[in-house]
């Protein structure tokens, strides 16, 4: 009997779905769950075999933690994005969430009705876990319903809070009458009254900007993983990739996120980091 030629370490079984292909696509990829964000209904699920967890309770659990950040990041949709950050696809109330949990790596994200979760195991570095995260999403994009949230068999949506009614007791008679003096706030002297301006931030000075230019520099020749370390410098610190390509549109409080994000990723102080450029 001719014995049948071995698989290729990573390539799909033939005759694989769609979100198995994805998951033996990446290295590290532990599962795959998309799901509806209303009533949790599964999608597409893959989940890699001897796990010991199957997809219901990866999506009960996953459901209720992407219902809980977005109520929450309701409460901060005041924040507004500055020219130095990347707003990102959505808003604030959809938000992309990433768990990082010994172990493991989760990316949560929306995509139309419902989530697709992706989760990798704790040695993959960070900027290839939102890389595929996000190129397995965009893939399965075309194959998920561009229906509502409001699921039909009538269950309503879970994405948007009950809105919040704040109930002012009417004052008695006597309350009412009796109305307390006026009073001037007094604010202590040792303080400072912080008003933020509407305006982009300053542009950095041609130092900052220098300094910039070699830390990039020395990322690129010193930290792990060079052929990422800009995404990954990029990612920690909130700044669009492109962006760094051209440090001189960067604002002045950039320098100090660049070089937060350099000493995570070196493993540096601030004081050793600047005595290296």
Same mark, same amino acid.
């Given at each position: 009997?001719?014995?049948?030629?071995?698989?290729?370490?990573?390539?799909?079984?033939?005759?694989?779905?769609?979100?198995?292909?994805?998951?033996?696509?990446?290295?590290?990829?532990?599962?795959?769950?998309?799901? /509806?964000?209303?009533?949790?209904?599964?999608?597409?699920?893959?989940?890699?075999?001897?796990?010991?967890?199957?997809?219901?309770?990866?999506?009960?659990?996953?459901?209720?933690?992407?219902?809980?950040?977005?109520?929450?990041?309701?409460?901060?949709? #005041?924040?507004?994005?500055?020219? *130095?950050?990347?707003?990102?696809?959505?808003?604030?109330?959809?938000?992309?969430?990433?768990?990082? *949990?010994?172990?493991?790596?989760?990316?949560?994200?929306?995509? /139309?009705?419902?989530?697709?979760?992706?989760? #990798?195991?704790?040695?993959?570095?960070?900027? #290839?876990?939102?890389?595929?995260?996000?190129? !397995?999403? *965009?893939?399965?994009?075309?194959?998920?319903?561009?229906?509502? !949230?409001?699921?039909?068999?009538?269950?309503?949506?879970?994405?948007?809070?009950?809105?919040?009614?704040?109930?002012?007791?009417?004052?008695?008679?006597?309350?009412?009458?009796?109305?307390?003096?006026?009073?001037?706030?007094? #604010?202590?002297?040792?303080?400072?009254?912080?008003?933020?301006?509407?305006?982009?931030?300053?542009?950095?000075?041609?130092?900052? !900007?220098?300094?910039?230019?070699?830390?990039?520099?020395?990322?690129?020749?010193?930290?792990?993983?060079? /052929?990422?370390?800009?995404?990954?410098?990029?990612?920690?610190?909130? !700044?669009?990739?492109?962006?760094?390509? /051209?440090?001189?549109?960067?604002?002045?409080?950039?320098?100090?996120?660049?070089?937060?994000?350099?000493?995570?990723?070196?493993?540096?102080?601030?004081?050793?980091?600047?005595?290296?450029?």
């Amino acid at each position: 009997m001719t014995a049948r030629p071995a698989r290729p370490k990573g390539a799909p079984p033939a005759g694989a779905s769609l979100v198995e292909q994805l998951a033996l696509s990446a290295d590290g990829v532990e599962a795959i769950v998309a799901f /509806h964000i209303a009533d949790g209904k599964i999608h597409a699920a893959w989940i890699r075999p001897g796990s010991g967890y199957t997809a219901g309770a990866v999506t009960q659990s996953l459901r209720e933690v992407y219902k809980t950040s977005q109520v929450h990041a309701r409460r901060l949709d #005041f924040l507004a994005p500055t020219p *130095m950050l990347d707003p990102g696809p959505a808003d604030l109330s959809d938000p992309l969430i990433t768990l990082e *949990m010994p172990g493991r790596v989760i990316v949560i994200r929306r995509v /139309h009705g419902h989530v697709v979760a992706v989760s #990798f195991d704790g040695t993959v570095p960070l900027g #290839f876990v939102r890389y595929h995260a996000a190129r !397995i999403a *965009m893939t399965l994009r075309p194959e998920l319903p561009q229906d509502s !949230i409001t699921p039909p068999s009538g269950v309503p949506a879970v994405s948007a809070p009950p809105p919040t009614v704040n109930v002012v007791s009417k004052p008695q008679p006597d309350e009412a009458d009796h109305e307390e003096p006026a009073r001037t706030l007094a #604010f202590p002297t040792g303080g400072a009254v912080v008003v933020r301006s509407s305006r982009p931030p300053p542009r950095g000075t041609k130092v900052e !900007i220098d300094r910039a230019t070699k830390l990039l520099a020395y990322l690129d020749a010193h930290a792990p993983d060079p /052929h990422v370390v800009r995404l990954r410098v990029a990612l920690r610190a909130g !700044i669009k990739p492109l962006a760094l390509d /051209h440090p001189e549109s960067l604002g002045a409080d950039a320098m100090v996120l660049l070089e937060t994000a350099a000493e995570d990723i070196l493993g540096i102080d601030r004081a050793e980091l600047r005595s290296k450029i």
